[in-house]
């Protein structure tokens, strides 16, 4: 199992005062409100007035306190999008540990942290994700999917990264990958947040295009939107997948050449036809890294077979139709008298 957050990230380096620039260059409405903040020095820079409130906040200091403290304890990178209440807000983020969500083969410095970078930055600009936590009683309540938030950040982060290394930019083909294993993994207990493989897929799908595309800021923050509507799964989807993905938890970091039995549930999972369509193809997506490397021999052999036969029918088009293909009701049920 590959593991990112200790490999070495060659440079060309971050700047992350040139990210910050570049993005408010990108998006001016953030001059007026958005402090950036270098975790580890406790740096800030951003304009004078947004700053002088931010000093001023004791919820911002509050803030920034928790923040430094978690990121102290992790040995990966921690990255943050908040606001204090007072239209100040607040993108704060470590510069000293990779994050892990890109990996592979031409992985820069500058790659891996403006991929967080602009994940963070996904969550102050684009109207789905903005940052504030949505509350899990009224999500469950209502059928809100918590990952909306994140597909929409993870979405802009990826269509960033194509704009600037282009299309056939390898260590963006891990971003994927990881979430869907963090999705099984469900150690922490924001898990239900970050279901945004489906979403980054479908981007990569599409990656000649719109690396082609020459968007304009204004059109990025439209695509997202489109990719967004379109490739969040449901409260209900996310449920059903965690409670078929339960048990691998806490189980895919043990994955190894000598431990391949996680990945041997793995392909009970995804072959059980009482698996949700959204865990068969995300146990599909993550076995395909495997299959014919690490797991070889006549068993497995046989579960690629399967799982080729099943794939057929379960794709990102079947999960998440365009809207226009979606099943719509004859007529809507009558209101109760």
Sequence with gaps: MPTPETAPVPSARFDFNKAARDIVSD?????????????DTNTRIGPRMARIRATLSGKFRKMIKDKRQKAEQLQRGSAHALADGSGVNMLAMTLDRPFGLLHGAGLTDEMDRLFAFNHEIGHLIIPAGHAGKLD??????????NSGREVAADVYATIRHLQKY??????????????????????????????????IDAVLRDRHKLAAANLTPAQVVEKVNEYHLRYTPTRAQVDAL???????????????????????????????PATSPQAFYMANRVLGVFLGKMLTGPVWVDIARQLHEKEKTITLDTLFPPPEKRAIPATLPRRAA
Excluded: C, W
């Design 27 to 39: 998006h001016p409405e953030l001059k007026r409100n958005t402090v950036f903040v270098d975790l």
């Design 166 to 199: 282009g299309a056939d930019s390898a260590p963006l083909e891990f971003a994927p990958f990881k979430r869907a294993t963090d999705t099984m993994n469900n150690s922490h207990d924001d898990a239900q947040s970050y279901v945004t493989s489906f979403a």
């Design 136 to 145: 899990n009683f009224f999500s469950k309540l209502f059928g809100i999917s």
């Design 242 to 272: 965690l409670k078929d993905f339960a048990p691998l938890k806490n189980e895919i970091p043990k994955i190894s050449r000598q431990n391949t039995a996680p990945l041997l549930t793995l392909a009970e999972i995804a072959l059980d």
